[in-house]
């Protein structure tokens, strides 16, 4: 029997999106998966919906907390509750081409990789591309993601048996980075997937885009969550900054 993959989803008011991202998952050609969705308490009728496409299809397994949380917690609980050797990400507005989890898991045991990840278009609400493609490097280290996290949160796929689970950091940004920064201190490198695999959503009050307001909580993220000197931090900060004007640089 083909292993069981668990597909990871923090939601929070994505009624406009969520049944297109569901359907992308249900396209898959690989088709031994969970999807579990974690409802951070939406004021908006994201969680209904989650409820209407579970009662037709038993592998979607809708979650709701009791108090809003924050994604870091919403990711957590789901993981925990994952029942797959592999772990794959897909956040709540963005959408998997049919492919993915078959050519990712593919690639992961032909090459005995235990964490790959795959290139990405960029659209924006409406699923018009605003940015070329984001093209992954072939392997990332620690210290590569410490310069410019490449692994998206919509095409990570991790092979639990070799690396086991676990959790991201209970902050408010950046803990899929926080996560695979945990993973690559057990192995040397995470590989990418040059071949365009989902579409990322970039939506009008994202905040991961407003650079300035974030260069004072990444520096912070360096300093207490990987406990680095200051001057390696001012130093990855440099590297973050850089790289991340490149990234959306039209």
Known sequence: MKDLVSIITPVYNAEKFIEETITSVQNQTYQNWEHILVDDCSSDSSFKLIQALADKDHRIKPVQLYQNSGPAVARNTAINMAEGRYLAFLDADDIWFDFHLEDSLELLK???????????KRSDENLNYIYSDFTVPERVSYTDILKSNSISCLTAVIDTKSLGKMEMPLIRKRQDMGLWLKY???????????????????????????????????????????????????????????????????
Do not use: P
């Open 110 to 120: 032909s090459q005995n990789h235990k964490f790959v990840f795959a290139s990405y």
């Open 184 to 250: 690559l201190k057990k192995i040397d490198y995470a590989y990418g997937i040059n071949k365009t695999h989902a579409i990322y959503r970039i939506r009008e009050n994202s905040l991961s885009r407003d650079k300035k307001s974030l260069i004072k909580y990444q520096l912070e993220f360096y300093r207490k969550v990987e406990n680095l000197s200051f001057l390696y931090s001012l130093y990855f900060l440099l590297c973050w900054m850089y790289f991340g004007y490149k990234k959306y640089k039209k």
